[in-house]
């Protein structure tokens, strides 16, 4: 089973040179500690900055410079700064190569729900709207199941949804999987876990098709 860590070690092998990435708030955080140093990736936040680094070290922290969770961040050499404006624009117009996002909820059909729950106050859903409704590779990192042991990958969304049909891949604490027209194929799984505790953990249809490899993180 991964951590949160190792969730985002494994997403991290899905980006490629090149690419233009936005991390959204929580674990896709994570993955810029962990992208390969022979690949050269700018990582996007929202909130105007192109080309994050990794998180400081501690004494490093400059506190004018944050991601759009209001985390410090580094700047790499190059790196830009702008107005929202510009960020979304960027986004609206299809210029991200690959949006890596939490969620509280992701359906057979690569619906996703990740930024209300009905009856508890929020700010607001910040980019996620925009960032699932433009971008053309959506990656997922979450908990396969949340605190009282439920399945987070379900058939139907049960919270308000932030985009419909859009989620291409998922990587959780248990697996690695795909969304296909039939459901979730699982790719691959977590260190330690089966495949049957994968089956128990997750509510929508679950494709399995021959020996499911254990992932390498």
Known sequence: MLDKN???KRIAQEVEDGYYVNLGIGIPTLVANYVRDDISVEFQSENGI???GPFPLEGEEDADLINAGKQTITALPGASFFDS???????RGKHVDLTILGAMEVAENGDIANWKIPGKLVKGMGGAMDLVASAENIIVAMMHTNRAGESKLL??????LTGVGCVK???TNLAVLEVTKDGFLLLERAPGVTVNEIKEATQGNLIVEGEVLEMSV
């Not at 404006?85 to 986004?91: C, E, L, N």
């Not at 058939?155 to 308000?160: D, H, M």
């Open 6 to 8: 190792g969730i985002a």
């Open 50 to 52: 192109l080309g994050m």
């Open 85 to 91: 404006a510009t960020s979304f624009a960027m986004i």
């Open 155 to 160: 058939k139907r969304c049960s919270l308000p």
């Open 169 to 171: 891949k998922i990587v």
